[in-house]
């Protein structure tokens, strides 16, 4: 009798039309601690049929009811008490963020904080969307108007789950957009507790819908529904493709970034110490788990031993532990299926490289997702694990001879997400921030991200730019307005 029954997972409902709801079949699926690997919460397993509902929610709010009627400075109120509503809730959106995709609680609280900080830069930017009076050479006024692109498809990744849905649900909200973002699998909770502040902040009913489902069963019918007319994704080359080809069969507008093999680049004339701190901060912040990871490590041969040894042995104090231990610097991976992906690389890295520091599981814990921060040396470019995206904390150091070896290694990849230079010398560093194929480029520093700034990949990471003005764009069509001044029409018949 005394055998206590285990209390089953909480289960979240999904968020559709205003309302909370199971899935059409009432099917649900597991979501799983990372650090512990038991069953946290149930999430509604959507399908066709929920897809089908969501999106006709947000149709229908878009094309009428309160939301066509709101003016830019009631959209920019309501980001804003969005913005209070996260801060308010933060100590609690923090944990649930660390304990579901593994990341340090410090680390999440700083996601929890940028996402506020994102509904507030939009907030102020709703009433900053201008259109113009083009200077047509005829007695007309020429306008160009902005205007809200329709319903938006958000599709995003598990690494920075609150923090992806704000980059993408604030500038279409701000736009006048309606959304249907579908949260990965893995990492739900954050984005399903935020759906219970959207009435309260005054949005109106299918406005915003949160669906919660694998890729192929409620992804790719979101991707190819016709009345969706923009789909803003985050996560893998691989699906990034697939979702091209989809959206094309309706020509629905297509945003994509995906992810990268990013180039950290130190001239032997970097302040050591920085630099040392850099690399590491660089390719292993979030468990490597970052799509702009510093993942290629570019080092000038006079200071590669000395720099490999250095960084290996501080890369080995890193302090794995749980997530919600504050003095925690790396937690567990996301999920079973990317420890076996990142163990996979470990032992790849094995044959194409030199280990060293890390290479396997973390021995310290009996359960979690845990694999050691991991150094390979002499790698070279061509390898698979300095070609391939790896998404851990595998880093792969690569020596170079002088300027021009460098920029030719660190643009030979197929992608072009981000790269950082260290050097104290500011024309190298300035000719190098050109002559590299990257939308993101950092001196003397990795990482760092603003809300202000753009977010964006070239090549295969990707097109269109989140964040900042470039973020609203992409949730905006041109209208032009020619609007006649003559009494007599200019015509021929
Ligand atoms: P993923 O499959 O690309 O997942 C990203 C999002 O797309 C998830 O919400 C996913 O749903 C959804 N999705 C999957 N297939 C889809 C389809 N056919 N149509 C529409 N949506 C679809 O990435 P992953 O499997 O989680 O991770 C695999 C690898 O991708 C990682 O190891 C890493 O290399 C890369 N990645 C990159 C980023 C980045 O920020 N660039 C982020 C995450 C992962 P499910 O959750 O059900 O899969
Ligand atoms: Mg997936």
Same mark, same amino acid.
């Given at each position: 009798?005394?055998?206590?029954?285990?209390?089953?997972?909480?289960?979240?409902?999904?968020?559709?039309?205003?309302?909370?709801?199971?899935?059409?079949?009432?099917?649900?699926?597991?979501?799983?601690?990372?650090?512990?690997?038991?069953?946290?919460?149930?999430?509604?397993?959507?399908?066709?049929?929920?897809?089908?509902?969501?999106?006709?929610?947000?149709?229908?709010?878009?094309?009428?009811?309160?939301?066509?009627?709101?003016?830019? /400075?009631?959209?920019?109120?309501?980001?804003?008490?969005?913005?209070?509503?996260?801060?308010?809730?933060?100590?609690?959106?923090?944990?649930?963020?660390?304990?579901?995709?593994?990341?340090?609680?410090?680390?999440?609280?700083?996601?929890?904080?940028?996402?506020?900080?994102?509904?507030?830069?939009?907030?102020?930017?709703?009433?900053?969307?201008?259109?113009?009076?083009?200077?047509?050479?005829?007695n007309a006024?020429?306008?160009?108007?902005?205007?809200?692109?329709?319903?938006?498809?958000?599709?995003?990744?598990?690494?920075?789950?609150?923090?992806?849905?704000?980059?993408?649900?604030?500038?279409?909200?701000?736009?006048?957009?309606?959304?249907?973002?579908?949260?990965?699998?893995?990492?739900?909770?954050?984005?399903?507790?935020?759906?219970?502040?959207?009435?309260?902040?005054?949005?109106?009913?299918?406005?915003?819908?949160?669906?919660?489902?694998?890729?192929?069963?409620?992804?790719?019918?979101?991707?190819?529904?016709? =009345?969706?007319?923009?789909?803003?994704?985050?996560?893998?080359?691989?699906?990034?493709?697939?979702?091209?080809?989809?959206?094309?069969?309706?020509? #629905?507008?297509?945003?994509?970034?995906?992810?990268?093999?990013?180039?950290?680049?130190?001239?032997?004339?970097? =302040?050591?110490?920085?630099?040392?701190?850099?690399?590491?901060?660089? +390719?292993?912040?979030?468990?490597?788990?970052?799509?702009?990871?510093?993942?290629?490590?570019?080092?000038?041969?006079?200071?590669?031993? #000395?720099?490999?040894?250095?960084?290996?042995?501080?890369?080995?104090?890193?302090?794995?532990?749980?997530?919600?231990?504050?003095?925690?610097?790396?937690?567990?991976?996301?999920?079973? =299926?990317?420890?076996?992906?990142?163990?996979?690389?470990?032992?790849?890295?094995?044959?194409?490289?030199?280990?060293?520091?890390?290479?396997?599981?973390?021995?310290?814990?009996?359960?979690?997702?845990?694999?050691?921060?991991?150094?390979?040396?002499?790698?070279?470019?061509?390898?698979?694990?300095? /070609?391939?995206?790896?998404?851990?904390?595998?880093?792969?150091?690569?020596?170079?001879?002088?300027?021009?070896?460098?920029?030719?290694?660190?643009?030979?990849?197929?992608?072009?997400?981000?790269?950082?230079?260290?050097?104290?010398?500011?024309?190298?560093?300035?000719?190098?921030?050109?002559?590299?194929?990257?939308?993101?480029?950092?001196?003397?520093?990795?990482?760092?991200?603003? +809300?202000?700034?753009?977010?964006?990949?070239?090549?295969?990471?990707?097109?269109?730019?989140?964040?900042?003005?470039?973020?609203?764009?992409?949730?905006?069509?041109?209208?032009? +307005?020619?609007?006649n001044l003559n009494e007599q029409p200019i015509g021929?018949?």
């Amino acid at each position: 009798m005394a055998s206590e029954a285990k209390a089953s997972p909480r289960r979240y409902p999904m968020y559709i039309n205003g309302e909370f709801v199971e899935s059409a079949d009432k099917k649900y699926f597991p979501v799983v601690d990372p650090s512990t690997e038991e069953v946290m919460a149930e999430v509604p397993e959507a399908n066709e049929t929920d897809v089908n509902r969501a999106v006709a929610a947000a149709k229908a709010a878009f094309d009428s009811g309160a939301w066509p009627q709101t003016t830019a /400075q009631d959209r920019g109120r309501i980001l804003f008490r969005l913005a209070e509503r996260i801060r308010k809730e933060a100590p609690h959106l923090a944990e649930l963020e660390a304990r579901n995709s593994g990341k340090p609680i410090v680390e999440a609280e700083y996601d929890i904080n940028d996402a506020a900080t994102c509904f507030e830069y939009y907030g102020g930017m709703a009433t900053k969307i201008l259109g113009q009076v083009n200077p047509v050479p005829d007695n007309a006024l020429s306008l160009s108007l902005r205007e809200p692109i329709g319903v938006a498809a958000q599709i995003i990744p598990w690494n920075y789950p609150l923090l992806m849905a704000a980059w993408k649900l604030a500038p279409a909200i701000a736009a006048g957009c309606t959304c249907i973002l579908k949260p990965a699998e893995q990492t739900p909770l954050t984005a399903l507790e935020f759906a219970s502040y959207l009435a309260d902040a005054g949005l109106p009913a299918g406005v915003v819908n949160i669906i919660t489902g694998f890729g192929e069963t409620c992804g790719a019918p979101l991707v190819k529904h016709p =009345d969706v007319d923009k789909v803003a994704f985050t996560g893998s080359a691989e699906v990034g493709k697939a979702i091209m080809r989809a959206a094309a069969d309706t020509v #629905k507008r297509v945003t994509l970034e995906l992810g990268g093999k990013s180039p950290n680049i130190f001239f032997a004339d970097a =302040d050591f110490e920085s630099a040392i701190d850099g690399a590491l901060f660089g +390719v292993f912040i979030n468990q490597g788990e970052v799509c702009s990871a510093g993942s290629r490590i570019l080092v000038e041969k006079s200071i590669y031993p #000395k720099f490999v040894e250095a960084m290996s042995a501080k890369a080995k104090t890193i302090r794995l532990g749980p997530p919600l231990e504050r003095e925690t610097k790396m937690g567990p991976l996301v999920s079973k =299926d990317q420890f076996d992906r990142v163990r996979s690389y470990q032992e790849l890295g094995k044959k194409e490289g030199k280990v060293a520091a890390g290479g396997g599981r973390s021995a310290s814990f009996k359960r979690g997702y845990y694999v050691e921060p991991t150094i390979f040396y002499d790698v070279d470019n061509t390898a698979r694990i300095a /070609q391939e995206e790896i998404f851990g904390p595998v880093a792969a150091v690569i020596p170079f001879a002088d300027e021009a070896e460098a920029l030719r290694i660190a643009n030979a990849t197929p992608y072009g997400l981000a790269a950082a230079v260290w050097s104290r010398d500011i024309f190298k560093a300035f000719r190098m921030v050109k002559a590299l194929r990257a939308g993101i480029v950092w001196v003397n520093h990795m990482q760092p991200t603003y +809300v202000e700034a753009p977010w964006g990949g070239y090549k295969q990471s990707g097109f269109g730019r989140e964040l900042g003005p470039w973020g609203i764009e992409e949730y905006l069509e041109t209208k032009q +307005v020619h609007i006649n001044l003559n009494e007599q029409p200019i015509g021929w018949y």
